[in-house]
């Protein structure tokens, strides 16, 4: 839909279902126990089969904030990486922080792991309620931030559920991105 280069790597906006998609690791925007949930957490957890919940049993969850690597079982992406937003409540309980540094810790892991390819999904705004506006400038510049600790990374893609979403995160791309 639009792609922007930075540093060197593609950034794209797309509409999808996450759990279709043939990288080397999609996010999953998860809960503090890692043990499955709603939304794109329930959908991830359908597609990748019960061997995803097993091996996420054996990480004693994740806390709000940070990220965690499993494999990705029968999805098409070798990994998953576990990301735990904010819930939104008025903007003063370090949410911005707390959502900037899920895909921090995101970009920091596909780094570690030497990954090329990463796919996320807009964290925390489904049942979460983070402001969807303010939720895509926050994910497309942290990524933009992140690509120096992530140097393997040569393609980023925010996987957008809707229409709207998508906008939101074409637009902050056009801000913060150089045209390809
Ligand atoms: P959170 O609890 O972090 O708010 P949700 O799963 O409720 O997580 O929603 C996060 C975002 O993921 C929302 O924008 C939602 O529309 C989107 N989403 C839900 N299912 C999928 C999917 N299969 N692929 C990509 N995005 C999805």
Not at 82 to 102: F, I, M, N, R
Not at 118 to 128: D, L
């Amino acid at each position: 839909m639009v792609t922007r280069q930075v540093e060197g790597a593609e950034l794209e906006v797309i509409i999808a279902d996450i759990t279709t998609l043939g990288v080397d690791t999609i996010v999953n925007a998860a809960n503090t126990s890692l043990l499955g949930g709603g939304g794109v957490d329930g959908a991830i957890h359908r597609a990748a089969g019960p061997e995803l919940v097993a091996e996420c049993r054996m990480l004693h969850g994740c806390k709000t904030g940070d990220a965690k690597i499993t494999g990705g079982y029968r999805l098409k992406a070798a990994h998953v990486i576990h990301t735990v937003g904010p819930v939104w409540k008025d903007g003063t309980l370090s949410e911005d922080d707390l959502l900037a540094s899920c895909y921090r810790r995101s970009m920091e892991l596909c780094g570690k792991h030497e990954l090329t390819s990463v796919a996320f999904p807009a964290i925390s705004t489904g049942v979460y309620r983070f402001p969807a506006d303010r939720a895509a400038d926050i994910a497309v510049r942290t990524v933009i931030e992140g690509l120096s600790v992530a140097p393997s990374v040569a393609r980023v893609i925010f996987c957008c559920f809707s229409e709207p979403s998508a906008k939101l995160h074409a637009e902050a791309l056009a801000r913060h991105g150089s045209p390809c």
